[in-house]
């Protein structure tokens, strides 16, 4: 008798620890994913990872009295990392498309941005339409390698970070890479020897993703966003961090 009540009381503990293990959410901890090569969003500055998205996530996690913890991972796991609940919300530089709103929920927008073309000086593509059968380097599962997908008659290479891709075009495997206009400015004064074309090819917003019907969580995000646009805050960040990275 008394072996199973003991037996039955440690299976309703594991349960327990078991259904908050398979959880991301924790009364305490609040998990964000993202990709950590797209500074000056999110990027590795020795072993912390800093950026607008980090500082923004901070301020959401101190909204919710939560502990902030952050997921590294490719970008384009994220979206099923938020519907499968191992990460609690994407902030990661996200451009809200309806392709993505299928699977996500959106935060309200914090930022505007572009795709832009980066290109060698010198190079012979000068518009958009000059791309035509040339190979062009993206993130994969970005909303660059969604545009370069479209150039007809393009060869696309897709690693799984921005570096590698502006790298095969500073090493000459690549004719271009498609690319946001703030990060691209970020390589562009790291590499001498790359350009901007002048004409973005779109333009864009970011927000945070949750998981579908996590209205909770959402309305922490908007308030935070809201009163960081109001107060300057949102503003000042970027600031910041273009300063820092762009001097
Ligand atoms: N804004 C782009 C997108 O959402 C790229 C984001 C990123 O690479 N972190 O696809």
Redesign the pocket.
């Given at each position: 008798m008394k072996t199973t009540r003991i037996l039955v009381a440690t299976i309703l503990v594991a349960a327990l620890v078991f259904s908050f293990a398979g959880c991301s959410t924790s009364s305490t901890k609040l998990v964000m994913g993202t990709?950590s090569g797209?500074a000056p969003?999110e990027y590795m500055d020795g072993s912390t990872m800093k950026g607008i998205d980090v500082d923004l996530a901070n301020a959401i996690a101190t909204e919710a009295g939560k502990t902030l913890s952050i997921e590294d991972m490719p970008?384009d796991s994220l979206l099923a990392a938020v519907e499968g609940g191992k990460i609690d919300f994407a902030a990661?530089?996200?451009?809200v498309n309806d392709e993505r709103k299928l699977s996500v929920d959106f935060s309200d927008p914090y930022f505007d941005?572009s795709q832009v073309v980066m290109v060698k000086k010198g190079s012979s593509i000068a518009t958009a339409d000059d791309l035509k059968n040339k190979k062009i380097a993206v993130?994969q599962?970005?909303?660059?390698d969604t545009l370069a997908t479209a150039v007809s008659g393009a060869t696309v290479d897709r690693p799984t970070k921005?570096a590698d891709a502006v790298l095969e075009l500073e090493q000459g495997k690549v004719d271009a890479v498609i690319i946001?206009s703030f990060p691209a400015q970020i390589y562009a004064a790291q590499y001498t020897d790359l350009q901007i074309l002048a004409q973005p090819l779109d333009t864009?917003q970011?927000a945070i993703a949750v998981k579908k019907g996590n209205t909770a969580l959402l309305a922490t995000i908007n308030k935070v966003i809201a009163k960081m646009k109001a107060d300057g805050s949102l503003d000042a960040l970027v600031k910041k961090y273009q300063d820092t990275l762009l001097g």
């Open positions: 990709e797209f969003f970008f990661a530089g996200m451009t941005a993130q599962g970005t909303t660059g921005f946001d864009e970011y």
